[in-house]
């Protein structure tokens, strides 16, 4: 299943953090078994990257105002600010980093989905993935997000 952008938009220049394999993170998932497989799979394609790691909207909403990101990662539902919540914010703000959205929930995420997408602005790149995490489509996901391969040697 190849996932891309649901904003049908250009990908937007990719950063010089990106590009030298040091991202900014930010990370949100309220399970740590979660947490600790996004990091996994993302120490594999980014030795370098300043992740920022959090369990609760309200405290990764103070990092993300202090700073953008290049990539914010974040789990369809978790305590304090809700994703929902959080996506109207960065539409107002017309934030530009990208943004991968994950489920656990099969069942209710095509209604998560749609809500997303129609809260979306020419501006903001949403992504989807699915739990489990697999490696290949994650993977992808990164690849469509930050606009660059990922593929062995390709960097």
């Not at 891309?4 to 937007?12: L, M, N, S, Y």
């Not at 900014?24 to 030795?47: M, P, Q, S, T, Y």
């Amino acid at each position: 299943m190849r996932l891309g952008p649901e904003t049908h938009i250009a990908p937007t220049p990719t950063s010089p953090r990106i590009l030298a394999g040091t991202p900014r993170i930010v990370l949100l998932d309220d399970v740590l078994e979660a947490r600790n497989c996004h990091k996994a799979f993302l120490g594999f394609w980014f030795k370098q990257a300043d992740l920022f790691e959090f369990e609760e909207g309200h405290a990764a909403w103070a990092e993300l105002s202090r700073a953008d990101p290049d990539l914010l990662i974040t789990d369809s539902t978790h305590p304090g600010l809700r994703c929902e919540e959080m996506l109207q914010r960065f539409v107002a703000n017309q934030a530009k980093f990208p943004i991968i959205v994950c489920s656990a929930f099969v069942g209710h995420f095509p209604e998560v989905k749609q809500r997303l997408r129609e809260m979306t602005s020419p501006h903001l790149k949403i992504y989807f993935l699915d739990k489990p995490l697999i490696a290949e489509v994650y993977r992808e996901v990164l690849e469509a997000a930050l606009g660059i391969s990922l593929a062995p040697g390709a960097r």
